[in-house]
């Protein structure tokens, strides 16, 4: 994973998430040291939901639920 500084950054941050888009990644620096990192999206969807147990519960859950029919609409609920 390459680095980037976040002066650079500021200055070249079209060029850089154009990078990232197309599958780059970067750590972003802060006075030389680690601060931020830049993903793919699709890569930081997939970091999040494998370490978000009680999410991918949750939302396992409720998609059970809408296939049951035990949803409420939003307009019901006005």
Not at 16 to 44: C, N, S
Not at 51 to 59: F, Q, T
């Amino acid at each position: 994973m390459a680095e980037i500084g976040i002066k650079e950054l500021k200055a070249a941050a079209s060029r850089v998430i154009d990078e990232v888009e197309e599958g780059a990644a970067y750590i972003v620096t802060k006075r030389g040291r680690p601060a931020a990192v830049l993903l793919p999206i699709d890569e930081a969807e997939d970091i999040v939901l494998a370490n978000a147990g009680e999410l991918v519960r949750l939302r396992r859950q409720g998609r059970a639920a809408y296939k049951a029919g035990r949803t409420t609409k939003l307009r019901d609920l006005r």
